[in-house]
């Protein structure tokens, strides 16, 4: 029988799917009668359930005169050290590498000091790797850092090749999906819900994201900008972030203000994309793209461009279409292709939420489970 865990998880509270999967890890774990300790500077944005198995550690920052740059790493190193401490932790599961993975690569060597030795797992979530990974400024510690770890997860089979392919990494990397709780989706359309935002005959695209650079936010526009010029449709804009203003400035000139909704930072997407027909993902990097199976869990086709994981995710003519990055044209023809023949549109709607269940919780969890099971039996050992 499995041994029951205390397990802390570091993650990023924010808006942005390493934050989503760590938290929903979190859930399912502590449902599963593990004691799960978050650690972040704030409370993540989908903590939001009562459970007696769930704690929150706040990382606070002092704001001291003498520091330009706040050291958030050493707080957080220090909440690590503390928490493992007298929580008594089996395990430190930090999800992104920086700054995650180093302060908890310093947390386990002062543990030690304490006779304490705690096993850490590693899951890189993408632009860690992708982003920031490239950048000579870090590069050096998150080699370290993914090399002093434990165990070291990926969240796509081609997360895990760019990351062997860039760093010099001496263990082995594993492979564990992103996932979802299929159970918390609905795939029948509110109909209610969907009147308030589109005439009977108007099609409903989607997009959600941060609105940073990396997600392309103005090929969104401009795909949809050519869209309704042959069929009817509005458009959802979900999130929020760097980009929202250059996007809403391009949606003026092209007079298309009235045609598209921005929402905002949503919490509870599940209920807007049960109302959408597309979904529209044209990011320039995406090491797996959660949204993307989020929306084929509510039964909606993906377009979405071929980089990083989005392969392992939207299957190419079957739950959608894959393009290019940049190649607005395919998209746009790929989006009619489905809006103009409803059987097609079915069929690839019936396809994205039958893909969408390999990536079920219950086919997940256990994954993880089996990686901190065999770290607490070694350590044991
Ligand atoms: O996509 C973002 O900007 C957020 C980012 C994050 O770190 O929270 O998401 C990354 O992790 C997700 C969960 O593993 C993946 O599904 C996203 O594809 C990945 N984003 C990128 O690679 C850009």
Redesign the pocket.
């Known amino acids: 029988m499995n041994k029951k865990l205390k397990i802390g998880i570091v993650c ?1 509270p924010t808006y ?4 989503v ?1 760590a938290t929903e890890l979190g859930i399912a774990l502590a449902e599963k009668g593990h004691e799960v300790h978050f650690i972040s500077y704030d409370q993540p944005f989908r903590l939001d359930i009562f459970s007696e198995k769930i704690y929150y550690h706040e990382v606070s920052v002092p704001d001291y005169p003498l520091f330009e740059y706040a050291p958030y790493e050493l707080n957080l190193t220090s909440k690590l050290v503390d928490v493992a401490l007298h929580e008594k932790l089996n395990i430190l599961h930090v999800h ?1 590498a920086i700054p995650h993975a180093s302060a908890a690569v310093n947390a386990k060597q002062i543990l030690a000091t304490h006779g304490i030795d705690i096993p850490i797992v590693t899951t890189l ?3 860690d790797i ?1 982003l920031l990974g490239k950048d000579k400024s870090f590069k050096p510690v998150i080699e370290y850092a993914i090399n002093m770890s434990d165990t070291i997860t990926a ?1 796509s089979e081609d997360l895990k090749s760019e990351t062997l392919e860039h760093f010099n990494i001496k263990n082995e990397i594993k492979s564990i999906p ?1 996932f979802i709780d299929m159970s918390l989706y609905q795939q029948e359309d509110d109909m209610k819900l969907r009147n308030r935002f589109a005439k009977k005959e108007e099609f409903i695209l989607t997009h959600i994201s ?1 609105f ?1 650079k ?1 997600k392309r936010v103005e090929d969104v526009i401009k795909i949809f900008n050519k869209v309704h010029k042959e069929v009817p449709a509005k458009l959802l804009m979900i999130g929020d972030g760097p980009e929202r203003l250059k996007v809403e400035q391009l949606c003026r000139k092209l007079g298309i203000c009235d045609k598209v909704k921005f929402l905002g930072k949503l919490k509870v997407i599940e209920k807007m994309l049960s109302i959408t027909d597309i979904f529209i993902l044209p ?1 320039e ?6 949204v993307a199976l989020e929306a084929m869990a509510s039964k909606v086709a993906v377009i979405s461009t071929n980089t ?1 994981g989005l392969p392992e995710v939207n299957i190419d003519g079957k739950t959608g279409y894959l393009s290019e990055v940049g190649d607005v044209n395919k998209m746009v023809s790929d989006t009619l292709s489905l809006l103009i023949d409803n059987e097609k549109l079915n069929a690839f709607k019936e396809n994205a939420l039958a893909h969408a269940h390999t990536f079920d919780l219950p086919n997940i969890l256990p994954q993880y489970e089996a990686v901190y099971q065999e770290l607490s039996c070694k350590m044991k050992s």
Do not use: A, D, P
């Open positions: 990023y942005g799917g390493s934050g999967v992104y979530h993408g632009t992708t969240v992103n941060n940073r990396v990011s990097r995406e090491s797996f793209g959660l990083g």
